[in-house]
């Protein structure tokens, strides 16, 4: 394939011809679909999703490499989105930088020594991936806001807020606070506990309105671990966003939340320990979605 001339959107006499064609191999972003003009910015995400579910599968030498050996191609990502990574996600496309899932089929473990923040892919040593059939197009009023970050960079040993970039190792401490709706497990009427000990699926219902929502924890979850922190309802889930999923056949309303739980001994801190979803069919009405508590949380 004849190479073509690659320049960032702004730059004068940018090429009219691009080739896009997404490579499966790692790292290597060639093109072979022709365009008068580049991708437009939720392509770009999309494409990055798909390079680090690839990258994820992918042993380092050195586990603290993880965002370093990134770092060219989150500038040039960065570049294409007019955007900023946040230790992970994008800042402009953070609802679906957060809902990566671990394989169910690994055994996962959180990344040690220290790599990244909770809410980070980039905290757990194993694959992940992302739900490829949501779009950008979020349903009005389900979505979170992101109220404040703070990035540590272990190589500067500071913190920056609110239009830092840090592509380098990142350092505990590294947070992001976010706006939206919490409830509490322990408001649930009912929690599925499943009958292999290490599984990483939950189940909560509420028998009022028939909520059900389905819990994928991030490494496995002990049942004798998990259950009393579920019941006590120190731990909870958190709105992220809402979207039309569309098929052939039809139309799915899917909510996506995280599992967080409160950090011991500090107020008001939270960390990530999985996913949940809520469709549509599990939900009586809007309202009751709605109705959850309006919280700021800090996660790290």
Not at 105 to 112: D, W
Not at 217 to 227: E, K, R, S
Request: aromatic share 14%; glycine share 6%; proline share 5%.
């Amino acid at each position: 394939m004849k190479p073509v001339t690659e320049r960032f959107p702004g730059e004068e006499n940018h090429s009219e011809a691009w080739d896009w064609h997404f490579s499966k191999r790692f790292c290597t972003p060639y093109w072979q679909k022709r365009s008068k003009k580049p991708p437009e910015t939720n392509t770009w995400y999309n494409m990055w999703y798909m390079l680090l579910t690839d990258y994820s599968k992918r042993r380092l030498t050195n586990s603290s490499d993880i965002f370093p050996a990134l770092s060219g191609l989150q500038t040039v990502f960065a570049a294409f989105t007019q955007d900023q990574l946040l230790a992970g996600p994008f800042s402009n496309d953070l609802e679906r930088g957060l809902l990566w899932e671990v394989d169910l089929f690994q055994i996962n473990h959180r990344a040690t020594p220290f790599r990244a923040p909770t809410w980070s892919w980039a905290s757990v040593e194993g694959p992940v991936s992302w739900p490829f059939d949501i779009n950008s197009e979020f349903i009005p009023g389900y979505k979170i806001q992101l109220v404040d970050h703070g990035t540590v960079s272990k190589a500067q040993k500071s913190e920056d807020h609110l239009g830092a970039d840090t592509h380098g190792e990142v350092g505990e401490g590294t947070y992001i606070k976010l706006l939206g709706r919490w409830r509490s497990t322990g408001s649930w009427d009912e929690i599925t506990i499943p009958t292999d000990s290490n599984s990483t699926h939950w189940y909560l219902y509420d028998h009022h309105g028939m909520t059900h929502a389905t819990c994928s924890f991030d490494v496995g979850a002990n049942t004798d671990h998990i259950h009393p922190h579920f019941q006590k309802g120190d731990w909870g889930l958190l709105q992220i966003a809402t979207w039309d999923i569309y098929s052939h056949v039809d139309t799915t309303r899917v909510l996506y939340a995280l599992i967080l739980r409160s950090v011991p001994g500090v107020d008001e801190l939270y960390e990530r320990i999985g996913i949940a979803h809520i469709y549509t069919d599990d939900i009586a009405t809007d309202a009751e979605i709605l109705d959850w508590e309006v919280k700021t949380l800090k996660i790290v």
